[in-house]
């Protein structure tokens, strides 16, 4: 008989996984009272991008790629950190915490409904049911107020953007499947978040460079650096 395994360092980084994406959240929208979304984000994708580069030029894998993936890191570099980011800042920017968590909580129903599309994987009748009652408990988030979430036109908007960012994150992460199988998660990664972040920048140089940095507090630079470091 096979012995249960025990609660192990796997699990706990899982789980300080979870509360780092869980609390992200709210550190961004505390950060965005002192910095503009494209600012916040064109900083932070640069670090974060940055610090991935550099592990990965630490490794015995270097940068380089099979002449095969050069389109297709490119493309769901885009997708899945120019795009999406464009989306998500400001969709968390117009919305609340709260809404967002929910919102981003649909990501698995997404790729599921993607993945069951390109016919990688077949979903289970109890699955459909699940993402069936997913998509009701959505629908009242963004049309109806309750005591822990915030309605109004302006949310709707930020609401309906983390939406779609969803999507492109669920495109992003079904895409990039096959292309594990020819380098690592760490390359993979490093060189997206590279090609995203390259993308991104144009549309977040203007107010990065109108940026009063010594303005902006130690409180806000810390969620930055958190946010780039860990959640990114």
């Not at 940068?63 to 998500?88: A, E, H």
């Not at 997206?192 to 460079?209: D, K, N």
């Amino acid at each position: 008989m096979e012995e249960h395994k025990k609660f192990g360092a796997t699990d706990f980084l899982m789980l300080l996984a979870v509360l780092v994406w869980a609390v992200n959240f709210s550190i961004i929208k505390i950060a965005l009272r002192e910095f503009s979304p494209q600012g916040f984000n064109g900083i932070r994708l640069f670090f974060a991008s940055s610090v991935l580069v550099l592990v990965l030029s630490l490794t015995k894998e270097g940068l380089s790629i099979p002449r095969s993936l050069f389109w297709k890191i490119i493309l769901i570099g885009i997708v899945g950190n120019t795009i999406y980011q464009l989306l998500f800042i400001h969709g968390l920017n117009w919305s609340t915490a709260s809404n967002t968590s929910v919102i981003m909580a649909m990501t698995p129903v997404f790729i599921a409904m993607l993945s069951n599309f390109l016919k990688h994987e077949r979903i289970h009748w109890a699955g459909w049911l699940g993402i069936f009652i997913s998509f009701i408990g959505f629908y009242f988030v963004i049309t109806r107020q309750a005591s822990i979430f915030h309605f109004s036109w302006e949310t709707v908007r930020g609401d309906l953007m983390i939406f779609m960012g969803n999507i492109c994150w669920s495109f992003y992460t079904v895409l990039s499947k096959p292309l594990l199988d020819k380098i690592s998660p760490l390359k993979l990664t490093s060189l997206t978040m590279a090609t995203g972040t390259l993308f991104y920048l144009p549309f977040a140089a203007r107010e990065v460079v109108r940026l009063h940095w010594n303005e902006v507090s130690f409180k806000a630079w810390a969620g930055l650096l958190f946010s780039g470091l860990f959640s990114l």
